[in-house]
């Protein structure tokens, strides 16, 4: 009785710690990351924090109404925002330099860079999560990303 209930507990407890990593790469794996993988011909991590460093830049450039439509229609977004890696290094620098008036996406060098990816890669991230956002959440999603993206 005390091994069944004790094995119970564990599978329980194994069960929650790997929930939050089986959701992010279930709900994220079979979507965008997916597409950016087999797009652009790149990691799965490289995919997902290159999403999330476009997604941090588009959410400071969106009103909090427009990036709840954003969020609405894709709720991995907030999820992949948290993937994205740190600001620093040389695009931050230059987006400091010119007042944040690197060329859009082009100001995350540093962050493309540090995941291993060519800066140019941010400009190829972008038709793909346009393309993902207008199947999730039609033209209006896809059009404010596309206001800030391009």
């Known amino acids: 009785m005390v091994t069944k209930s004790f094995l119970i507990i564990t599978l329980v ?13 279930g709900s994220l794996g ?26 941090k830049f588009a959410k400071g450039k969106l009103s909090a109404d427009n990036f709840s439509k954003v969020t609405a229609a894709m709720p ?5 925002i948290e993937s994205a890696p740190k600001a620093g290094g040389l695009g931050q620098g230059l987006t400091k330099l010119t007042g944040g008036q690197l060329g859009g996406v082009a100001g995350l060098a540093g962050s493309f860079k540090s995941l291993g990816l060519e800066s140019g890669m941010a400009n190829k991230f972008v038709p793909v999560i346009l393309k993902y956002a207008e199947s999730k959440g039609g033209s209006g999603v896809m059009n404010i990303l596309s206001g800030v993206l391009k």
């Open 76 to 80: 991995e977004v907030n999820k992949l």
């Open 13 to 25: 407890f194994v069960m929650i710690l790997i929930q939050p990593s089986m959701a992010l790469s």
């Open 30 to 55: 079979s979507g965008l990351v997916s597409m950016l993988t087999k797009e652009l011909s790149i990691k799965p991590d490289q995919a997902t924090g290159g999403a999330g460093s476009i997604f």
